[in-house]
């Protein structure tokens, strides 16, 4: 099977043709901004993690990720001039994939307005060689799809999440790549996930992934809200039985790999198939985890009716809840409420989802594409937080 | 006939496929749609929700999907409701603010005449 996309220059396959505005501290978010109201197809993204460097290493190790992701075909830097998080330590990263780089220095440039009136010329610029790059046909095994749930309710175990997994399981089987993360939904799950591992050494990397997240939220005196209100409503109780009908997204080939995403290091897919990524669970903090892992589309299931959105990686919305549906189905890409009715069989949906990765990897739009998005988030672990968790380890805590 | 689903034969609770009334006769199916038994509510089981189809004794493994999905707190009848308010994950608790929130919002009231 074969789709249509953006052969970058480092030979991996663009969906999407974009232009990256990367404002490196969100203090010059607002000129990025100005930017990209005026290019066609551009795109802003900041982190709000400060702007120095150690201690960000994750943050600045993502920047890289997203700006390498191939939906971009060139990225212009935004930096106010007296951060220690200087854009050149993220371009500079970036030679490898040579892909066109441009830097605007706020201080250096004459201020604000300059800026922007630059800018507005580089990306154009960008825009209009991006432009002259035309879609060639390429086999599906280029596709890193990333799988997502928010807003689980009842129906997202029993049909969203089913059809996806049906979908991932079909993908894997074409040689395409697929990750899933949200560490913290696979408690409960670890036996099941570890089954499905290739060796030794992923089984362990997962128990690893999980039991640490799991630190993070049984710290003594800080009680943490690890699953809403929402999915406690839609019927659901323990994180245990979250996990349940959260893993069946990811289907039933085996787990070829554990993506570390951390202060040392940012890990991408290099085979074919299932991977579990470090992170959270966080709609928009994961999905700019899997975007600089490098997907360049996510399938995202909701129940209580979630309509999440990327800007990066187009976000195909699967739904089973028929309430939800009747409310707001023009969100919805996928309606897989006729398998609670009975009337559709997981596989069926799950075909359905492969027909439309297809359609959204030659350039159809999703249903909101363009129309409204989530914001970008860059996700961080708290460098502290991970060594307490690291020494309690040491000291034989009650994990592994 | 109102229908809730078991997802796994050896679980101890099944999923309402629709709102379920206090008293009400409920058909329990298998996920080939088979039917494995009535159960007569002793409480409202809204659409989503988990009622135990058969009598749980306190601190006992809830099943659901055939997995362990924690465990009760307080004894559970055959035909009542399985929430936050006698389930619990033995790993990962809800803050206390949180279970009191969602049990006010879906107006739950124990059952009368148990305390």
Redesign the interface.
Known sequence: MRFNGFIRPDGKVGIRNLILIMAVTDCVEGIGRKICETVRDSVLITQNHGCLVVGNEQVIHNMVGVAENPNVAAILFLSMGCESLRPEIVAGRLIKSQKMVEILTCTKEGGTKNVIEKGIKIAQKMRDDADRIARQAVDVSNLTVAVKCGGS???S??ASNPSVGAAVDKLVDLGAKVIFSEP?EA???EE?LCRRAVNERVARQIRELVSAE?KR??VQGA?????C?GN????L?????KS??SLHKTGSAPIVGVLRNNRTVLEKPAEGGVYFQEGTHFDAMTAAHFVAAGAQMIVFTTGVGAGFNNVLAPTIRVCGNVSVIDKVIADIDIDASNI?R?KESIEDVGMRIVETIIDVANGKKTKIEDDGYSSFVFYRQDPRLEYFISEKNKKGGNNQ | MRRA?V?SASDNVA???ESIGAGDDVEILSTN?EVISHIKTEESI?????MAVSNIEKGANIF??G????KSTSEIKKGEL???HN???P?????ES?KK??LL??NYRKPTGRG
Do not use: Q
């Not at chain 2, 997995?67 to 924690?70: E, M, S, W």
């Open positions: 309710d009842t129906s175990g029993i913290i408690i409960g799950g099941e799991e939220y049984t009680e943490m809200e690890f699953m209100k406690i409503i839609g019927g109780t323990t994180i245990e039985e349940m009908g609670m009975g | 689903i997802m999923t309402a496929l749609s809204p659409f989503g929700y988990k659901k999907y997995a362990n999905v924690g399985v929430h936050v389930l619990i994950s790993r990962v608790l809800l803050p949180v929130e969602v919002e879906i």
